[in-house]
């Protein structure tokens, strides 16, 4: 158990809906970052939060938004969907940039 | 932005046999991480080996920061081995999230 928390473990939506996928991050971590994984793909890095600023965008699609709240828990927000997005989505956390970061068992989601 | 390159891409090998995974990285870096993704897809940490050496049962990892690679040592393979290996490092020009590779996709057969 990395003690990063995501949740749903799996989603399945039509095209056209919202989802918000969820993550805590480990006790004490003020970072959450955000990755997608497509079928067989690389892990690709979305979005970067620090004690609740943003701190990096990667490659986020505008129809996606992600924010971190004061109890450091983070939300990804996917709008629009489309069966492209379908994907594992992980969320990590580190205390800083240079320290370990731990990820979550993901977010399996299906759009159909 | 960095570019992380890591080989092989795909590797089968015989349970008991050794192996080696190589990461290459384009600048400094003050975070280089190993992963192992398993067939459920969950992704494991194996090394924090920004520089040095470590070891930890049948895995151990170099990393040569002046050089800009690692490597990821797997000796006396077994089946549970089997999945993808991931590098992936952080610019060393502060708090910048990881940059992964491709990944090595390993099958260990009995």
């Known amino acids: 158990d990395s003690g990063v928390t995501q949740t749903p473990k799996h989603l399945i939506t039509a095209t056209g809906q919202r989802v918000t996928l969820r993550c805590s991050p480990r006790?004490?971590?003020?970072?959450v970052y955000w990755y997608q994984q497509s079928l067989d793909q690389g892990l690709q890095f979305l979005i970067q939060?620090?004690?609740?600023?943003?701190?990096a965008k990667g490659n986020i699609l505008e129809r996606f938004s992600a924010q971190q709240f004061p109890d450091l828990h983070s939300e990804l927000n996917l709008s629009s969907l489309e069966l492209g997005d379908s994907a594992l989505y992980f969320c990590?956390?580190?205390?800083?940039?240079?320290?370990?970061?731990?990820f979550g068992q993901g977010t399996r989601l299906t759009v159909v | 932005g960095i570019q992380v390159e890591q080989s092989p891409p795909d590797l089968i090998l015989q349970e008991g046999a050794n192996s080696t995974l190589r990461c290459n990285f384009s600048?400094?870096?003050?975070?280089l991480q190993w992963f192992h993704q398993n067939p459920w897809g969950q992704l494991i940490n194996l090394f924090y080996i920004p520089s040095g050496t470590k070891q930890n049962g049948r895995l151990s990892a170099t990393t040569v920061a002046t050089e800009r690679y690692s490597l990821l040592y797997i000796s006396s393979s077994q089946t549970t081995d089997s999945g993808v290996y991931f590098c992936?490092?952080?610019?060393?020009?502060?708090?910048?999230?990881?940059?992964f590779g491709k990944g090595t996709r390993l099958s260990v057969i009995a």
């Open positions: 939060y620090y004690n609740g600023e943003e701190r």
């Open positions: 990590a956390s580190s205390f800083a940039g240079d320290t370990e970061a731990f």
């Open positions: 006790s004490g971590d003020l970072s």
């Open positions: 992936a490092v952080a610019r060393n020009s502060g708090n910048t999230p990881l940059v």
């Open positions: 600048d400094s870096v003050n975070n």
